[in-house]
C-alpha cells in the first residue's frame, strides 16, 4: 500500500504588517473588539511587487528545500487559492514559471478549504501509483479583495502562502483519512460577487475596478462551529483512531473562538492547538500549512504523530484529514536538510 509523506514544509508571508492600531485608523473599531471577537492582532498584507504566485514561489522553495528535492524531483504542482493572479493560466503555472521544471500543473478551488482539499488530490495522485513527488501549495491575497471602509470583514483577513511536498512511502503517513463536504446553496455567506465570466452587470454594480468580498460572519460563524467539530471528529473516525490519539489539532485560522469550539470537540488542550491567527489573521487557503509549517519548524511534531488538519470557509466548503507526521520509507536521493521556515517575500 502506497502512503503520500509529508517531507518538506515552508511559507511565505509578506513584509508588511496591518496591526488593529492601523484598523483603527481607517474604520470605527477598536483593538480590545477585535482581539475579543477574533483573536486577531496583526496580519500580513501584500506590498505592490508582492503577489500570490511570489508568495507561493517563496514557500515552495523552502518545502523543496527542507524535502532535498528541486524542482526537476515534483512530479504535480497543485495550488489550491481563490485569488490566483490570473484568470487564465492557472497559478499552478504562474508559480512553475517561477521555479522551472515540467511538472504537471493545476489549480484546486475551495477557498479557505482549498489546502486540505488539494492535499487530497495530491496525496491521491501518490496512493494511486500515478506520482511519486508532488508540491501543494496554498496561497492568497484576499487583501486585494477586501473593501477597507467595511469593519466587518477587513480586520479578518492576511495574505500569505505555505507549501508542502508529498513523496511516497509504504508506511503509514501523510493522510491517513479525508472528509470533504459543501454546502453550495450558502454561497452567498462569503463571496467575490462579479469576479468571474458571468456578471452581466458587473460594470452598474462595481464601477470601480475591483469588487470586494462580502460575508455574512454570523452565519459563517455558525456554520464554522458546526463543521470544524463534525469534519475533524469524522475524520478521526474514519483514520480508525480516537480523539486521545490526537497529538496537534491544525486548524484553519479564521477566529479563536471557532478554533475554541472545535478543540472542544476533540477534547484536545489549548497546547496540542496550533494558532498563529493572532499574528497572520485569516489567510485563507494559506492558513493550514502555514501553521503546518511554523509547527514543524518549531520542533512541535514528532515522527508519527497524528496531526488533525481541518477547514471550512467560502463554498460553504469543508475539509478535514487525519495526517500521520513523518517521513518513515521515503527513499531519498539527497538528504533533507534544515531550512529556516520563516516570513518575507
Ligand atoms: O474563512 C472563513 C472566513 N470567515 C469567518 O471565519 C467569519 C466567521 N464569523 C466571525 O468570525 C464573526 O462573526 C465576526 C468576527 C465576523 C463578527 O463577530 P460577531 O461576534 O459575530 O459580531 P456580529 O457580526 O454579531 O456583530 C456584533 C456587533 C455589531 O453591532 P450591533 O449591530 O450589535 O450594534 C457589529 O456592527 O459588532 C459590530 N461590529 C464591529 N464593531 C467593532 C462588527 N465588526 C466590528 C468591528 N469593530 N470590526
Request: net charge negative; hydrophobic share 50%; charged share 20%.
Given at each position: 500500500?502506497?502512503?503520500?509523506?509529508?517531507?518538506?514544509?515552508?511559507?511565505?508571508?509578506?513584509?508588511?504588517?496591518?496591526?488593529?492600531?492601523?484598523?483603527?485608523?481607517?474604520?470605527?473599531?477598536?483593538?480590545?473588539?477585535?482581539?475579543?471577537?477574533?483573536?486577531?492582532?496583526?496580519?500580513?498584507?501584500?506590498?505592490?511587487?508582492?503577489?500570490?504566485?511570489?508568495?507561493?514561489a517563496?514557500?515552495?522553495?523552502?518545502?523543496?528545500?527542507?524535502?532535498?528535492?528541486?524542482?526537476?524531483?515534483?512530479?504535480?504542482?497543485?495550488?489550491?487559492?481563490?485569488?490566483?493572479?490570473?484568470?487564465?493560466?492557472?497559478?499552478?503555472?504562474?508559480?512553475?514559471?517561477?521555479l522551472?521544471?515540467?511538472?504537471?500543473?493545476?489549480?484546486?478551488?475551495?477557498?479557505?478549504?482549498?489546502f486540505?482539499?488539494?492535499?487530497?488530490?495530491?496525496?491521491?495522485?501518490?496512493?494511486?501509483?500515478?506520482?511519486?513527488?508532488v508540491?501543494?501549495?496554498?496561497?492568497?491575497?484576499?487583501?486585494?479583495?477586501?473593501?477597507?471602509?467595511?469593519?466587518?470583514?477587513?480586520?479578518?483577513?492576511?495574505?500569505?502562502?505555505?507549501?508542502?511536498?508529498?513523496?511516497?512511502?509504504?508506511?503509514?503517513?501523510?493522510?491517513?483519512?479525508?472528509?470533504?463536504?459543501?454546502?453550495?446553496?450558502?454561497?452567498?455567506?462569503?463571496?467575490?460577487?462579479?469576479?468571474?465570466?458571468?456578471?452581466?452587470?458587473?460594470?452598474?454594480?462595481?464601477?470601480?475596478?475591483?469588487?470586494?468580498?462580502?460575508?455574512?460572519?454570523?452565519?459563517?460563524?455558525?456554520?464554522?462551529?458546526?463543521?470544524?467539530?463534525?469534519?475533524?471528529?469524522?475524520?478521526?473516525?474514519?483514520?480508525?483512531?480516537?480523539?486521545?490519539?490526537?497529538?496537534?489539532?491544525?486548524?484553519?485560522?479564521?477566529?479563536?473562538?471557532?478554533i475554541?469550539?472545535?478543540?472542544r470537540?476533540?477534547?484536545?488542550?489549548?497546547?496540542?492547538?496550533?494558532?498563529?491567527?493572532?499574528?497572520?489573521g485569516?489567510?485563507?487557503?494559506?492558513?493550514?500549512?502555514?501553521?503546518?509549517?511554523?509547527?514543524?519548524?518549531?520542533?512541535?511534531?514528532?515522527?508519527?504523530?497524528?496531526?488533525?488538519?481541518?477547514?471550512?470557509?467560502?463554498?460553504?466548503?469543508?475539509?478535514?484529514?487525519?495526517?500521520?507526521?513523518?517521513?518513515?520509507?521515503?527513499?531519498?536521493?539527497?538528504?533533507?536538510?534544515?531550512?529556516?521556515?520563516?516570513?518575507?517575500?
Open positions: 500500500m502506497r502512503y503520500a509523506a509529508i517531507t518538506g514544509w515552508g511559507m511565505a508571508v509578506p513584509e508588511r504588517v496591518l496591526t488593529n492600531a492601523d484598523l483603527e485608523r481607517m474604520v470605527d473599531t477598536s483593538d480590545e473588539w477585535i482581539v475579543s471577537r477574533t483573536g486577531i492582532r496583526e496580519r500580513r498584507v501584500v506590498g505592490p511587487n508582492d503577489s500570490t504566485t511570489s508568495l507561493s517563496a514557500a515552495a522553495r523552502q518545502a523543496m528545500a527542507q524535502a532535498g528535492l528541486d524542482i526537476d524531483d515534483i512530479d504535480l504542482i497543485v495550488v489550491a487559492t481563490c485569488t490566483p493572479d490570473q484568470f487564465l493560466v492557472s497559478e499552478a503555472c504562474l508559480v512553475q514559471a517561477e522551472g521544471g515540467r511538472a504537471g500543473a493545476f489549480d484546486i478551488g475551495a477557498a479557505c478549504a482549498g486540505v482539499s488539494a492535499l487530497a488530490v495530491g496525496s491521491q495522485f501518490i496512493q494511486t501509483g500515478a506520482h511519486d513527488r508540491l501543494v501549495i496554498g496561497a492568497d491575497t484576499l487583501s486585494r479583495f477586501v473593501d477597507y471602509t467595511d469593519r466587518s470583514t477587513c480586520i479578518l483577513f492576511g495574505d500569505g502562502a505555505g507549501a508542502v511536498v508529498l513523496e511516497a512511502t509504504e508506511q503509514p503517513r501523510g493522510l491517513l483519512s479525508t472528509v470533504l463536504g459543501a454546502d453550495g446553496a450558502g454561497y452567498k455567506h462569503l463571496y467575490i460577487p462579479g469576479w468571474g465570466a458571468f456578471v452581466p452587470e458587473t460594470a452598474e454594480l462595481f464601477p470601480e475596478y475591483r469588487p470586494h468580498l462580502q460575508m455574512n460572519g454570523r452565519e459563517v460563524f455558525r456554520f464554522a462551529v458546526n463543521v470544524m467539530g463534525d469534519s475533524a471528529a469524522e475524520a478521526v473516525a474514519k483514520a480508525g483512531l480516537s480523539f486521545a490519539d490526537i497529538d496537534m489539532l491544525i486548524p484553519h485560522q479564521a477566529n479563536q473562538r471557532i475554541d469550539a472545535a478543540a470537540r476533540l477534547g484536545l488542550p489549548r497546547e496540542r492547538v496550533w494558532v498563529n491567527l493572532d499574528r497572520y485569516n489567510t485563507s487557503a494559506a492558513s493550514v500549512p502555514i501553521a503546518l509549517a511554523e509547527a514543524a519548524a518549531a520542533g512541535a511534531l514528532q515522527e508519527e504523530d497524528n496531526l488533525v488538519l481541518v477547514a471550512f470557509g467560502g463554498g460553504l466548503a469543508w475539509a478535514a484529514g487525519v495526517v500521520r507526521w513523518g517521513v518513515a520509507g521515503v527513499a531519498r536521493r539527497v538528504p533533507a536538510v534544515e531550512v529556516a521556515v520563516g516570513a518575507g517575500v
